[in-house]
Structure formats: structure tokens, C-alpha cells
């Protein structure tokens, strides 16, 4: 009982010392400008992608509106993920979520290395209809988040604008911090999969409601014609 209570109240001083490290340095006007840009930047690239979404795709020609709508997503969306890069580094000084925030430094990294390997892909995940909403909840957690962490950090100038919490209300916060930040990372490996395997093609069938007729098969059926194989090998052994 008393190395819990030890445990605790270690983890109480640490994320306590945490927090008055932050008000000892007082407002940090460029980290403040940090998540005024990353909410602008949010904003953009859900834009972005309603006017993307919006166009008319006739057959297989674009219109000169359709093309300059692609390019915008594109931008916004880059621009997106390197404002949140911006947030995460904010994040990792904050103790106590230095693993989920390491994680989802690498997870972005991932994403950003896939969009510029595979720009086409990007777009083919925006255009499917079974798939798009992924971007818009990434985005709407990253919202979230930075919006939780914003409550933790003495960023304005006016001390009477920040936030005062007591300490449960803080430990609270982090809880809400830890577990957008694991669901984040779910998310934004999903989006790796997703732009890794998407092709456009695979977009137009979708938008189109064609291609349907493949089928794959199912791994019970594959299993029983591995041993059907495997049986009729066997009996041909001579011993």
C-alpha cells in the first residue's frame, strides 16, 4: 500500500513540476501562434476537401475548376500534417504522454513519406466515398487535441485568459490528451493502409458502383483448397 501511495504521489510531483515549469517560463507567444495556425490550417483542409468533393468528375475528363480543386487538397492537406508536426513537438514537453506523442510523430512521419511517394493515392482515397471520411476525422481529432493540450499550457499573454483548473481537472485533460492521442494513432495508420492500397482506379469503381463483379475469395474456401492440394500431393509420395 505505501509503494502505491509512493507511485502516486511521485507521478502528482512530476506532472505538478510539469505544469509549473510552463508558468515559469510564462506565455509563449510563438507556441501560441503554433495553434492559431494549426486550427486555421484544420479549417483549410476540411475545405479543401468539400470543394475536392464537390466537383463534378465527367467521365474521365477534369475541368479546369476540378483540376485547380485536386492541387488545392493537396496543398492544404501537406501543409495540414506539418502544422500538426508543429503541435506534437508542443506536446512532448508535456509529462506523462511522451510515448503516445512519439508514436504519433512516427505514424505523421509515415503519412508524409506515403503522400509524397504517392500523391495519386492521396487523391484516390479523398474521391472514394467508402473512405474519404478518414481524413475528416483525423483532422477533427487533431482539433480536439490540440484544443486539450491549449488548456494545459499558459500560452496567452493576459494570465486571467488562461485556463484554471484544480489539479484533478488537469489530470482529467491529460486522460482526454492520452486517449485522442491513441486514437490518433489508430487513425493515422488506417490513413497510411488506406493511401498505400488505393489506387484512382479503385476510386472510379467505387464512385461508379462498378468492378463489383470481383469478388475476392475467402480465407475458408483458400484453406480448403491448400489441403485438398496438400492431401493429393501426399498420396503421391512413395515410401
Same mark, same amino acid.
Given at each position: 500500500?505505501?509503494?502505491? /501511495?509512493?507511485?502516486?504521489?511521485?507521478? @502528482?510531483?512530476?506532472?505538478?513540476?510539469?505544469?509549473?515549469?510552463?508558468?515559469?517560463?510564462?506565455?509563449?507567444?510563438?507556441?501560441?501562434? =503554433?495553434?492559431?495556425?494549426?486550427?486555421?490550417?484544420?479549417?483549410?483542409?476540411?475545405?479543401?476537401?468539400?470543394?475536392?468533393?464537390?466537383?463534378?468528375?465527367?467521365?474521365?475528363?477534369?475541368?479546369?475548376?476540378?483540376?485547380?480543386?485536386?492541387?488545392?487538397?493537396?496543398?492544404?492537406? &501537406?501543409?495540414?500534417? &506539418?502544422?500538426?508536426?508543429?503541435?506534437?513537438?508542443?506536446?512532448?514537453?508535456?509529462?506523462? @504522454?511522451?510515448?503516445?506523442?512519439?508514436?504519433? =510523430?512516427?505514424?505523421?512521419?509515415?503519412?508524409?513519406?506515403?503522400?509524397?511517394?504517392?500523391? #495519386?493515392?492521396?487523391?484516390?482515397? #479523398?474521391?472514394?466515398?467508402?473512405?474519404?471520411? !478518414?481524413?475528416?476525422? !483525423?483532422?477533427?481529432?487533431?482539433? *480536439?487535441?490540440?484544443?486539450? @493540450?491549449?488548456?494545459?499550457?499558459?500560452?496567452?499573454?493576459?494570465?486571467?485568459?488562461?485556463? *484554471? =483548473?484544480?489539479?484533478?481537472?488537469?489530470?482529467?485533460?491529460?486522460? &482526454?490528451? /492520452?486517449?485522442?492521442?491513441?486514437?490518433? &494513432?489508430? *487513425?493515422?495508420?488506417?490513413?497510411? /493502409?488506406?493511401?498505400?492500397?488505393?489506387?484512382? =482506379?479503385?476510386?472510379?469503381?467505387?464512385?461508379?458502383?462498378?468492378?463489383?463483379?470481383?469478388?475476392?475469395? *475467402?480465407?475458408?474456401?483458400?484453406?480448403?483448397?491448400?489441403?485438398?492440394?496438400?492431401?493429393?500431393?501426399?498420396?503421391?509420395?512413395?515410401?
Amino acid at each position: 500500500m505505501n509503494s502505491i /501511495r509512493r507511485a502516486a504521489i511521485s507521478v @502528482i510531483l512530476g506532472f505538478s513540476l510539469s505544469i509549473s515549469l510552463f508558468a515559469q517560463n510564462g506565455p509563449d507567444g510563438v507556441r501560441a501562434g =503554433m495553434f492559431a495556425t494549426y486550427a486555421k490550417q484544420a479549417k483549410k483542409a476540411l475545405k479543401a476537401q468539400d470543394v475536392l468533393l464537390a466537383g463534378n468528375l465527367t467521365g474521365h475528363k477534369y475541368l479546369k475548376e476540378e483540376v485547380a480543386a485536386t492541387t488545392n487538397f493537396q496543398r492544404q492537406f &501537406n501543409d495540414y500534417l &506539418n502544422s500538426f508536426d508543429d503541435i506534437l513537438t508542443v506536446a512532448a514537453d508535456i509529462y506523462g @504522454i511522451y510515448m503516445e506523442v512519439d508514436e504519433a =510523430m512516427k505514424n505523421v512521419k509515415v503519412v508524409k513519406g506515403i503522400v509524397v511517394r504517392q500523391p #495519386a493515392n492521396v487523391l484516390a482515397v #479523398a474521391f472514394s466515398q467508402s473512405k474519404n471520411n !478518414i481524413y475528416t476525422d !483525423i483532422i477533427e481529432n487533431g482539433l *480536439k487535441l490540440a484544443a486539450d @493540450i491549449e488548456q494545459i499550457l499558459p500560452l496567452k499573454k493576459d494570465q486571467d485568459k488562461n485556463a *484554471k =483548473m484544480t489539479q484533478y481537472e488537469r489530470l482529467k485533460v491529460m486522460d &482526454n490528451i /492520452r486517449l485522442n492521442l491513441r486514437t490518433l &494513432n489508430r *487513425k493515422l495508420r488506417t490513413l497510411s /493502409r488506406l493511401i498505400h492500397y488505393t489506387t484512382i =482506379m479503385d476510386s472510379w469503381y467505387d464512385l461508379k458502383g462498378t468492378g463489383k463483379e470481383y469478388q475476392p475469395r *475467402k480465407m475458408g474456401s483458400i484453406t480448403k483448397d491448400c489441403l485438398k492440394t496438400w492431401m493429393k500431393h501426399a498420396k503421391g509420395v512413395k515410401y
